[in-house]
Each structure stands twice: as structure tokens, then as C-alpha cells.
């Protein structure tokens, strides 16, 4: 596979997991577990590991959906999206339709995350993350936990990019509103908000050992 793009060649691993090639489907898995892992771990920490493993098993399934220049990563994670959304709207017992791009993860899952962050900073970004409407945590989370280009995001949450760009900037302005309002000091405020992409990158470290 050499000269190989790397497209391509995660596209050759799950072709050949498909087939029945089990070391390709580890090889896959391990390429990708901790991105799965952390859209999954500040969302519904105690059902994380059964939505990893569904998310996965999907992939698997998907043998006619996957276009022959598609990424593999971001047509994963939105695989992630449908499990997650799927998950939320069994949960309701009382079959209201959930509005993804109004309802927040604390409206859904309304259990503390047990996540233990080593700075004040990051603890204070994780439960702003949570009190956003899930649509919109999806949108930071992706765009800066992942890097993913605006086109990726957009193709995930299945938008027009020009949609996901406004809805980038709508999500960063509210997250900064959270954090506004629960911070204890001005000082902490401008720290978490002026260095918002490494803070994210410190948290895309961390998630997935916690």
C-alpha cells in the first residue's frame, strides 16, 4: 500500500474488516478509539463503552454507504452523532421528540459528570460544554477536540457549510456565556476563554484516560 493516501488506506483496512479480517478491524479501532471515546465521555459517561462499542460495530455495517474518497474518522463520528441521538431518544420514556439544537446534555443526562479535571479551567469548560444544546456541543467538540474543517462538521451533522461556520461562531459565543456565568473571577473567565484551543487540546489529552 505503498505511496497510499492515508484515506485510502483506513478505506483498505475496512474493506478487509469487512471481509472477515480481524486484525484489520483491531488496526481500525485502536486508530480511532480515543476520538470516539471522548465525543462519548462528557456526554453520557455511564453508557460510554456500550455507545463506543455500537458506534463501532456500525462501521463495520457500513459497507455501501462510504464514498471512495470519504474519511473514515469523520464518517465515524457521525456515526457517533446517530448512536447518540438514537440513545437520548430511547431514554424518554414519554416519547417527546427531542430538539437536539435546544435541548443540552444537562437537560438529557442531568447526572454529573465524575470526570476529575486536573485545572479549574478545564472543569469550568466541561460543564459549559454541557449546558449547551447538544447540537452545539457536537459543533465545538468536533471543530476543536478533533480539528476537523468546517466541511467535515458540516457533513457530520449533515449541514451546508456556510451553516456550520454560523453555527461555530453561534456555539463559541454561547459557550463563552456559560462560562461567564459561572465563573467565580474575571481572571478566570479571560484564561479559559482567550486560550480556548489549548485548553482543547489539553482536554483531547486528557478525555480519554479519564
Known sequence: MSGSSPE???????????RGDERAGKQLVERHYSSVA???INKDRGNAADLIQRTFLRLLEARDRMRGDSNVRAF????????????????????????FGARS????????????????QSTLLLRALRLLPLELQLILELYYWEELSA?????????????????IR?????????????????????????????????????LPRA
Open 8 to 18: 485510502l488506506d483506513e478505506l483498505a483496512l475496512l474493506a478487509a474488516w469487512q
Open 38 to 40: 471522548r465525543f462519548f
Open 76 to 99: 465515524l463520528l457521525g456515526i457517533a452523532r446517530n448512536v447518540l441521538y438514537e440513545h437520548f431518544r430511547r431514554s424518554r420514556r414519554d416519547g417527546e421528540r427531542i430538539d
Open 105 to 120: 446534555v444537562a437537560d438529557l443526562a442531568p447526572t454529573p459528570t465524575s470526570l476529575i479535571a486536573r485545572e479549574r
Open 151 to 167: 466541511r467535515e462538521v458540516a457533513d457530520i451533522l449533515e449541514l451546508k457549510e456556510g451553516t456550520a461556520r454560523t453555527r
Open 170 to 206: 453561534r456555539a463559541r459565543i454561547l459557550l463563552e456565556r456559560e462560562i461567564a456565568k459561572m465563573s467565580e473571577t474575571p481572571e478566570i473567565i479571560n484564561s479559559t476563554i482567550s486560550d480556548l484551543d489549548s485548553w482543547a487540546r489539553r482536554l483531547r489529552e486528557g
